[in-house]
């Protein structure tokens, strides 16, 4: 499917269900080099970090591939839905739950962790306090119940994990190629 790439300017037109898993690695390599979350780092740089801690770690490979997508819908046209549903919702049409369901939850997993440990809200970067509002604040107790109940909630939370420590500027990482196969790999449809 090269050449159909949304993110290229020959192929505008092609229809976001057309693109293959390279271009989902396209739009990071496109858009993700300008594109800042209010963090120190692009959204490529952030992607990569996050998947290199979650490497790091001895994640999954579907855990290392969710941290390397996890902000993706950042990139995807602006909507109703909050990024983290953008972003989950667009890639189901490859990956299964194993992937998206971190993803969607990495939102969540940060107001969980905000609720249950007053420390963590102060770890935080400021851009993500900042924000803490804007996605919804603390959970109530039945929201929490709700996520710690969640199949994918202990991946969500090391995908937070991840997240958190993915925005320190001049990290040296691995690039998108060095991820292209693990993406490949766990790609289910
Ligand atoms: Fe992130």
Same mark, same amino acid.
């Given at each position: 499917?090269?050449?159909?790439?949304?993110?290229?300017?020959?192929?505008?037109?092609?229809?976001?269900?057309?693109?293959?898993?390279?271009?989902?690695?396209?739009?990071?390599?496109?858009?993700?080099?300008?594109?800042?979350?209010?963090?120190?780092?692009?959204?490529?740089?952030?992607?990569?970090?996050?998947?290199?801690?979650?490497?790091?770690?001895?994640?999954?490979?579907?855990?290392?591939?969710?941290?390397?997508?996890?902000?993706?819908?950042?990139?995807?046209?602006?909507?109703?839905?909050?990024?983290?549903? $953008?972003?989950?919702? *667009?890639?189901?049409?490859?990956?299964? %739950?194993? /992937?998206?369901? #971190?993803?969607?939850? &990495?939102? =969540? !997993?940060?107001?969980?962790?905000?609720?249950?440990?007053?420390?963590?809200?102060?770890?935080?970067?400021?851009?993500?306090?900042?924000?803490?509002?804007?996605?919804?604040?603390?959970?109530?107790?039945?929201?929490?119940?709700?996520?710690?109940?969640?199949?994918?909630?202990?991946?969500?939370? $090391?995908?937070?994990? *991840?997240?958190?420590?993915?925005?320190? %500027?001049? /990290?040296?990482? #691995?690039?998108?190629? &060095?991820? =292209? !196969?693990?993406?490949?790999?766990?790609?289910?449809?």
């Amino acid at each position: 499917m090269r050449g159909r790439c949304r993110w290229g300017r020959s192929n505008a037109g092609a229809s976001v269900t057309d693109l293959a898993v390279d271009d989902v690695l396209g739009a990071l390599r496109a858009r993700g080099r300008e594109a800042y979350l209010g963090e120190p780092v692009t959204v490529t740089e952030h992607s990569l970090q996050a998947a290199m801690a979650a490497e790091a770690d001895g994640a999954p490979a579907e855990l290392v591939v969710a941290a390397l997508l996890h902000d993706i819908g950042w990139l995807l046209h602006e909507g109703p839905r909050p990024h983290e549903e $953008r972003g989950a919702a *667009y890639l189901e049409r490859w990956f299964g %739950p194993a /992937v998206t369901e #971190p993803i969607r939850l &990495h939102v =969540a !997993a940060k107001r969980y962790l905000c609720t249950i440990d007053p420390d963590y809200r102060g770890r935080l970067s400021a851009e993500s306090r900042r924000t803490l509002g804007r996605q919804g604040g603390l959970l109530d107790e039945e929201a929490r119940e709700a996520f710690a109940a969640h199949p994918y909630a202990a991946h969500a939370l $090391r995908l937070r994990h *991840y997240d958190d420590l993915a925005k320190v %500027p001049g /990290v040296d990482t #691995p690039d998108l190629d &060095h991820f =292209a !196969a693990l993406v490949e790999s766990v790609r289910a449809r």
